[in-house]
């Protein structure tokens, strides 16, 4: 990666306009459902400056690609560029260098990212703008606010925004604006993401929180606002909610092994749970084996108080407001677990052949 350049990373505020050129970046495979919605999210922002959304498609197994293309001849501020490896990192960095459709990119300084799943306020570029004057940062952020309409995707809309579901990083459940460790999506300086080398290539997941590290070491301010929201949809079975944590847990693992000051409670707990809850499957097999009714009661405890556990933060998201339909509501804690477990699994295994080669969420 490039050796960060401070003096381009800590510009002074004042050199953004506010009508100031942006790029809008998205990396898409398989977003048939979503995308339209995303990008007329996009070309619906009350900007009052030169914006494009640059559209990195990867291989899919949908019509992501007729739609994109179809898109881009609809308007001519949205580009499609191929993006055959379908990885987010290197899809991102595809789309960013194809922003300005110049090689001058001081025209285009902002860069903000979107994916397939969100859709943004039509006040969103703007209010970026004016977080990246008036902080001074590197990035600015907000919250993700996911959206469900299906059983299961509200389950899961309603998981991943309660403290029980995936931690309480303030842009999943909120909190005071202010500094940050990282951002969710972010808009960005241009300049500061070229200079720390833009997304790491070698990362298939976790590549924002990688950028966000850099951009941080390299003396650069992140900035969180709670009033910034943006819609996500999340995975509509629970099939692909497994399959989301489980490739997430291990490109977490990588993430940590790669660099172990990144490890905290957040993404520790997930892992230990699952080793705990093996421990105590081991207990009842032995105890079962020798006939100890107390070795078995020992390692029943365990997952009692997990479910346990699980419930009650379940009964307490669902009754938040909107109150979860009833359906959504006992499903809810299924969604939780599936989260845990395959988050867990997914890091004590650690990252496979197979993983790294697939790129597809």
């Excluded at 990666?1 to 800590?10: G, Q, R, V």
């Excluded at 299906?150 to 909120?174: C, D, L, N, Y």
């Excluded at 080398?197 to 950028?211: H, M």
């Excluded at 405890?301 to 379940?314: D, Q, T």
Aim: aromatic share 6%; charged share 20%.
């Amino acid at each position: 990666m490039a050796e960060p350049d401070e003096k381009t990373l800590l510009r002074p505020a004042e050199d953004l306009a506010p009508t100031c050129g942006v790029t809008v970046v998205a990396c898409v495979r398989d977003e048939e459902a979503y995308l339209a919605a995303a990008v007329r999210s996009v070309l619906r922002q009350d900007h009052d400056g030169d914006l494009r959304l640059v559209l990195a498609v990867g291989p899919s197994h949908d019509a992501t690609a007729a739609i994109a293309a179809g898109l881009a001849a609809e308007d001519d501020r949205i580009t499609v560029v191929d993006n055959p490896t379908g990885s987010r990192s290197i899809g991102l960095n595809l789309a960013i260098e194809h922003g300005t459709g110049a090689d001058d990119s001081s025209d285009h300084p902002v860069v903000v990212r979107v994916d397939g799943h969100t859709e943004l306020p039509s006040d969103y570029v703007r209010r970026c703008i004016e977080l990246l004057r008036s902080t001074g940062a590197v990035g600015v952020g907000g919250v993700m606010t996911p959206v469900g309409e299906g059983t299961v995707q509200e389950a899961a809309a309603r998981a991943m925004s309660h403290p029980a579901g995936i931690g309480p990083a303030s842009f999943h459940t909120g909190g005071r604006a202010g500094p940050a460790e990282t951002v969710y999506l972010g808009a960005f300086r241009r300049a500061a993401v070229q200079a720390v080398g833009g997304y790491d290539p070698t990362l298939f997941r976790a590549e924002d929180w990688d950028l966000c590290l850099r951009l941080r070491r390299a003396g650069g301010l992140l900035w969180f606002d709670p009033s910034l929201v943006v819609e996500y949809r999340p995975r509509r079975t629970l099939g692909a909610v497994a399959k989301q944590f489980w490739r997430t847990g291990m490109w977490r693992r990588e993430v940590v092994r790669r660099d172990p000051s990144t490890a905290g409670l957040r993404y520790l707990a997930p892992p230990v749970l699952v080793l705990f809850l093996g421990l105590a499957l081991l207990l009842v097999a032995c105890g079962a084996a020798v006939g100890s009714a107390a070795v078995v009661g020992a390692g029943v405890a365990l997952p009692a108080a997990y479910l346990l556990g699980v419930l009650l933060a379940a009964g307490h998201a669902a009754s938040r407001r909107p109150v979860l339909r009833r359906r959504a509501a006992l499903v809810l804690p299924v969604v939780l677990v599936v989260m845990h477990v395959c988050w867990g699994s997914g890091f004590v295994r650690g990252l496979t052949a197979r993983a790294a080669a697939d790129h597809r969420a």
